[in-house]
């Protein structure tokens, strides 16, 4: 064995043995997103179909006349939907918080309390289970990063289904499960990012990165001597040198 495969077999042995759970957490992590489907980890199929609603626009004009007088708060933006049985107004001004009206009213339904909340994600849910509560989240995690306060309805299914619902805008922010938390967590070891599952550019991966391109081009390096090239090489030149006349 040559000097450089001796040297390469010792690095690539304590390599091996270094990056082997990493290694595997790779493979694992990679193996599982590439079976399941991204749509199925979104829980994408369980948004319940909203069927379209007409909204008149004498009743929006009526309504945002109301809105003005109740709340003459100047907006940069204005969404008209419908929501739980009701048209809304969704009113936007630069790096403010968003304004929830009631257009029947003219009253502000922002920051919605829990029962709306409760309500609104029963509706977006499919299968028709009933919420098991509600909790007021306030700070940014790693399951959810979305707008900022929101509501998190909680489901009796075996799936641990949880609906954030956004406080001042009444929306469906972020769908989570069991599913959805497994693929975070295998995330955060593909990635190696244990704290917030999102930087794919920590010095823990970019250095485990390298380790493991050093394994490789050690491993290629033994590669002819693990497959018996280099003995063949060399038994060939003493058979050489063993035919030449005079010797």
Wanted: net charge positive; aromatic share 8%.
């Amino acid at each position: 064995m040559s000097a450089a495969a001796r040297v390469s077999g010792t690095v690539h042995k304590w390599l091996a043995l270094l990056m082997a759970i990493q290694i595997l957490f790779w493979f694992v992590s990679g193996l599982f997103f590439a079976i399941v489907p991204i749509e199925r980890v979104r829980s994408e199929h369980m948004i319940a179909a909203a069927p379209a609603v007409s909204i008149r626009f004498e009743e929006v004009a009526t309504g945002l006349q109301r809105v003005a007088a109740a709340n003459p708060q100047p907006g940069q933006k204005i969404e008209i939907r419908a929501m739980v049985g009701r048209t809304v107004a969704l009113v936007s001004a630069d790096e403010a918080r968003p304004r929830l009206y009631d257009l029947a009213t003219g009253r502000q339904l922002s920051p919605i309390p829990a029962a709306l909340a409760i309500s609104i994600a029963e509706r977006d849910h499919v299968g028709g289970s009933r919420a098991a509560g509600a909790q007021l989240v306030t700070e940014a995690s790693p399951e959810y990063r979305g707008a900022l306060p929101a509501w998190r309805v909680d489901f009796q299914e075996d799936n641990a289904v949880s609906l954030y619902v956004a406080q001042d805008s009444g929306a469906v922010s972020a769908r989570r499960s069991t599913l959805w938390r497994v693929y975070d967590f295998l995330w955060s070891l593909h990635i190696m990012d244990f704290k917030n599952h999102e930087d794919f550019n920590t010095p823990l991966l970019i250095v485990a990165t390298a380790l493991g391109l050093v394994m490789m081009v050690t491993g290629i390096i033994l590669f002819p001597s693990r497959l018996g090239y280099n003995a063949w090489r060399r038994r060939r030149r003493r058979a050489a040198s063993a035919n030449v006349p005079g010797q």
